[in-house]
């Protein structure tokens, strides 16, 4: 059986990449699979089985790709879009998976294109770790994947669409259609949000910590296991926060909201309805 993709570049052989690359390989039998990033990376994720070949000119990653899986920082991915778009070929499919849609759409909407096809995306998958010491090829697994586009249209994408659909149910993924707007405001509340507040709790902390290492050293699992998004470097998220300031503020707002009020309350018998609003989110989420 024919691959999907016969040749797939690609851009940015990290977390994201060379997982998804890693992932994707058994539904790929038969394809080549091609890096773009910088020389030494490149030659470890070759190494490492991630990619069957590196280049480090993008014109010569890209040529004869059908699919072009774009894993860059925010920023990167909106500075290379227009050149990935212009030596992308007519029959390409290119594809990205940054943090935010709204900038890095409108960057490819802005991209005079030889017939090659852009499609948003967004894996909600990843660890605290970053680089090629940390791919994993079970990360897309039961994972959220979201994809820019309108629901209703979902029956009548092109071929190429098609085939990526059916790529990341190979890999586990779950894919869900919607705008980007709409994106940026949901992931300003479940993933940026909790990302500052581990932040902001690992200073507090920090702050706190005495030559004994009193508080620190009486912690539990509980603690280890929030502060796990305090891992994240920052060269990660400084591109996210950057181009969804606005939503991000907005759901720092309603969390400074949250803790006044429960300041407000510690005295008195009134967080009892809080404690069980936030049981039945947690039932929820384990059941989604």
């Known amino acids: 059986m024919n691959p ?10 990290g977390l994201i990449g060379g997982s998804f690359a890693l992932a994707a390989r058994p539904a790929l ?26 280049h480090a000119a993008l014109a010569d990653a890209l040529a004869g790709a059908d699919l ?58 990843g660890n605290e770790g970053s680089g090629l010491a940390a791919t994993d090829a079970a990360l897309f697994q039961g994972a959220k994947y979201a994809l820019i586009g309108d629901p209703e249209q979902r029956g009548t994408v092109d071929a190429r669409v098609q085939k990526f659909l059916n790529l990341l149910a190979e890999i586990g993924a779950r894919p869900m ?26 200073s507090v902390a920090r702050e706190a910590t005495d030559q004994t290492g009193l508080p620190l050293t009486l912690a539990g699992r509980g603690l280890r296991d929030y502060f796990r998004l305090a891992g994240s470097p920052y060269a990660m998220w400084r591109d996210i926060v950057l181009t969804n300031t606005d939503n991000i503020d907005a759901a720092l707002e309603k969390l400074s909201q949250a803790i006044e009020h429960l300041r407000a309350n510690l005295r008195q018998r009134e967080l009892e309805s809080e404690f069980a609003a936030a049981n039945e989110i947690y039932r929820i989420l384990k059941n989604l």
């Open 177 to 202: 259609w919607m705008d980007a707007a709409t994106h940026d405001r949901a992931v300003a509340l479940i993933s940026h949000l909790p990302q500052l507040l581990s932040i902001a709790l690992a």
């Open 4 to 13: 999907p993709f016969s040749r797939v570049a690609i851009a940015g052989t």
């Open 29 to 54: 039998a038969g394809a080549r699979i091609v890096g773009w990033d910088k020389p030494d990376v490149l030659i470890e994720a070759q190494a490492r089985g991630v990619i069957d070949e590196g």
């Open 68 to 125: 072009v899986y774009v894993a860059l920082p925010v920023g990167l991915t909106i500075e290379r879009l227009p050149d990935i778009i212009r030596l992308a070929g007519p029959g390409a499919l290119i594809t990205d998976a940054a943090s935010t849609k709204r900038a890095v759409c409108a960057a490819a909407e802005q991209c005079r294109s030889t017939g090659a096809r852009f499609l948003g995306g967004h894996p909600m998958a």
